[in-house]
């Protein structure tokens, strides 16, 4: 059996997304199926390390209208972020960066723990400990233990978005699930959050990669 051994063995298609870095080939000794993943600014085709290269081949050419869609989408938004460097951003707006990479996280950390503590205040839910740190696919975390985790790039987007941000991981201090039971805690202390919750559907891959240098 003939098995996927390198870039040259795929469709001249998927090579064009390859070669100008908007895709890439993951063998993996541990993934189970063949499968093509999309992040924000790319296209991954997961491919287990013995799977027969007629297998991959016709998965690729079977999901070729997905994989198209999503790479044009990681197009675009590269391009956007392009026009970001130099800038960072500032509720939601475009503003001057520096550089100072460690600067703006103690920025964001700051007005994040702040957030906070006067949320945790006003609804009653304190958790046990705050931290923050660079997630690259989650916004915050609330453990059983009562610990909050928030992504420090979340201190660039507009305040009420931290804010719903803030109060979604406090309100998991009370209820664990996405029971309509949460959803109505969340509401309760905020009940616009569903526009909230739609800017960081439509903006929130460009808070997760900014600032671009």
């Not at 063998?27 to 993943?37: D, H, L, Y």
């Not at 453990?143 to 009420?160: D, F, I, T, Y």
């Amino acid at each position: 059996m003939a098995y996927l051994r390198s870039k040259s063995d795929l469709p001249s298609w998927f090579q064009g997304w390859v070669s100008s870095g908007i895709a890439d080939v993951r063998r993996s000794p541990r993934a189970r199926r063949i499968r093509v993943v999309a992040d924000d600014l790319g296209v991954h085709l997961v491919v287990p390390s013995r799977v027969g290269l007629g297998l991959a081949l016709g998965f690729l050419e079977s999901n070729r209208p997905w994989v198209d869609r999503h790479a044009n989408v990681a197009v675009a938004r590269r391009a956007t972020l392009e026009s970001w460097r130099g800038y960072r951003m500032l509720e939601g707006e475009r503003s001057p960066f520096d550089g100072d990479i460690a600067g703006l996280r103690k920025e964001c950390a700051s007005a994040l723990k702040n957030l906070v503590a006067s949320e945790a205040d006003r609804t009653g839910l304190q958790p046990t400990v705050v931290a923050l740190r660079a997630m690259r696919t989650r916004w915050g975390s609330c453990s059983s233990g009562g610990r909050v985790c928030l992504n420090w790039r979340l201190g660039m987007a507009p305040e009420r978005v931290r804010r719903y941000v803030v109060i979604h991981e406090l309100a998991h201090l009370k209820q664990g699930d996405h029971s309509s039971r949460f959803w109505a805690l969340v509401h309760r202390w905020w009940p616009e959050w569903q526009m909230d919750k739609a800017w960081l559907r439509e903006h929130g891959w460009l808070v997760a990669n900014l600032p671009h240098r």
